[in-house]
T-cell receptor
Framework: DTGVSQDPRHKITKRGQNVTFRCDPISEHNRLYWYRQTLGQGPEFLTYFQNEAQLEKSRLLSDRFSAERPKGSFSTLEIQRTEQGDSAMYLC????????????FGPGTRLTVL | GESVGLHLPTLSVQEGDNSIINCAYS??????FIWYKQESGKGPQFIID?????DKRQGQRVTVLLNKTVKHLSLQIAATQPGDSAVYFCAEIGEKLTFGTGTRLTIIP
């Protein structure tokens, strides 16, 4: 257990539905990252926050995806109008700010879109 | 674009033997790398890191070698145990992590 928690651990939804995932980082970490991982691949960066500010978004993050970290603590990732291609593991990580500080990963939320 | 990739997708090793997992990177400006271990159903877990001012770094049963000339790094695991079975990723560290595809290591009892 790294101290980063994600909820839910598994989500099955029908195409076209909206889903929201939550990440609770390690409390003293001011950076929070979202990654997506498909089977057999390494995690791909989606976006990250420093405190409540969203500093970078990947091209992978289409306009159907939105992430928030309103109070600089937990974060939510929402996917609207889900598509089958959204099926993946969504990983959250947190770290202290600064390049090279270790990112601690949560267990992930596995999304299956039917 | 820049990428971090692995030579082999799977590797099977007899318990007790040593294993070597390789990784190639393409960004010559990369100067900091991490090896992660990911077990089934879990997020990646930090194993060891190395900066470009080093050629070698050792941890407990693990050694990472970095060859900047050919842009290659490797992870050596000594005296493998069943608990070493997992997928191993190398990642380049910037403001975010850039992961390679991963190698699945299976330890044969």
């Amino acid at each position: 257990d790294t101290g980063v928690s994600q909820d839910p651990r598994h989500k099955i939804t029908k195409r076209g539905q909206n889903v929201t995932f939550r990440c609770d980082p390690i409390s003293e970490h001011n950076r929070l990252y979202w990654y997506r991982q498909t089977l057999g691949q390494g995690p791909e960066f989606l976006t990250y926050f420093q405190n409540e500010a969203q500093l970078e978004k990947s091209r992978l993050l289409s306009d159907r995806f939105s992430a928030e970290r309103p109070k600089g603590s937990f974060s939510t990732l929402e996917i609207q109008r889900t598509e089958q291609g959204d099926s993946a593991m969504y990983l959250c990580a947190s770290s202290l700010s600064g390049r090279g500080n270790e990112q601690f990963f949560g267990p992930g939320t596995r999304l299956t879109v039917l | 674009g820049e990428s971090v990739g692995l030579h082999l997708p799977t590797l099977s090793v007899q318990e007790g033997d040593n294993s070597i997992i390789n990784c190639a990177y393409s960004n010559s400006a990369s100067d900091y790398f991490i090896w992660y271990k990911q077990e089934s159903g879990k997020g990646p877990q930090f194993i060891i890191d190395i900066r470009s001012n080093m050629d070698k770094r050792q941890g407990q049963r693990v050694t990472v070698l970095l060859n900047k000339t050919v842009k290659h790094l490797s992870l050596q695991i000594a005296a493998t145990q069943p608990g070493d079975s997992a997928v191993y990723f190398c990642a380049e560290i910037g403001e975010k992590l850039t992961f390679g595809t991963g190698t699945r290591l299976t330890i044969i009892p």
